[in-house]
Each structure stands twice: as structure tokens, then as C-alpha cells.
């Protein structure tokens, strides 16, 4: 998650954005109220600066159809302005994996 975040951080000081998302609700006995200041709190702690999108449940099958996420989380995906998947890396990545995705999208614009 820190090299996410900090090449999400630096892409967000080049006009780009890192969204976040989150099946934190799908937990049993989850709520609102709960999840949201705990997700909230620990990416402050990890220095996010970006949007994190707190999936309900019945949403997450349809994101990841939408987004074909294969293997479920945690996967990246860089996407463009129009929402056209540009590149992606599947599994847990380290900075290099994310500079790529970054790359993939500069190459686009």
C-alpha cells in the first residue's frame, strides 16, 4: 500500500487521481458508521490524498464485471479520462508496477 500511495500522490501533483476502493461494508455486521472513520483513519496514517469510494455490497459484483476484475482485489487498474481500461496489474504490486500503470497513462494522453 505505501508505494500506491506515493506514486498515487505523486500522479495526483501531475493533474492525475488515485481512486480508492473499498468492500470494507461487505464485512459482517458492517456499517456506514463504522467502516467509513476506520478507512478514513488509516489512509490518513498511510499519507493518501485521494477519494476512496466505500463499495455497497450489492455494488461490488457489478464493479467488477464492469472493470473485469478476474481475480477480485487487490488488483490496479489505470483507466483514462473516458474510463477505458488503459492498463492493469493484477495482485499486490510494489512501485515499479505502479510507475508502469502511471507510464501506461501517460502514453495515452
Not at 3 to 14: H, R
Not at 16 to 35: F, H, I
Not at 73 to 83: C, F, H, K, V
Amino acid at each position: 500500500m505505501h508505494d500506491l500511495v506515493q506514486v498515487g500522490n505523486e500522479f495526483a501533483k501531475n493533474g492525475g487521481r488515485l481512486l480508492l476502493l473499498s468492500y470494507d461494508l461487505q464485512l459482517p455486521n458492517a456499517t456506514a458508521d463504522v467502516v467509513i472513520p476506520k478507512i478514513t483513519a488509516f489512509l490518513e496514517r498511510r499519507g493518501f490524498h485521494g477519494d476512496c469510494l466505500v463499495l455497497q455490497p450489492t455494488a461490488i459484483a457489478k464493479v467488477e464485471d464492469l472493470l473485469a476484475l478476474e481475480g477480485g482485489i487487490p488488483s490496479t487498474i489505470a483507466l483514462d479520462a473516458r474510463g477505458k481500461v488503459i492498463a492493469r496489474h493484477s495482485d499486490a504490486g510494489e512501485r515499479a508496477d505502479f510507475e508502469a500503470l502511471v507510464a501506461a497513462l501517460r502514453g495515452k494522453k
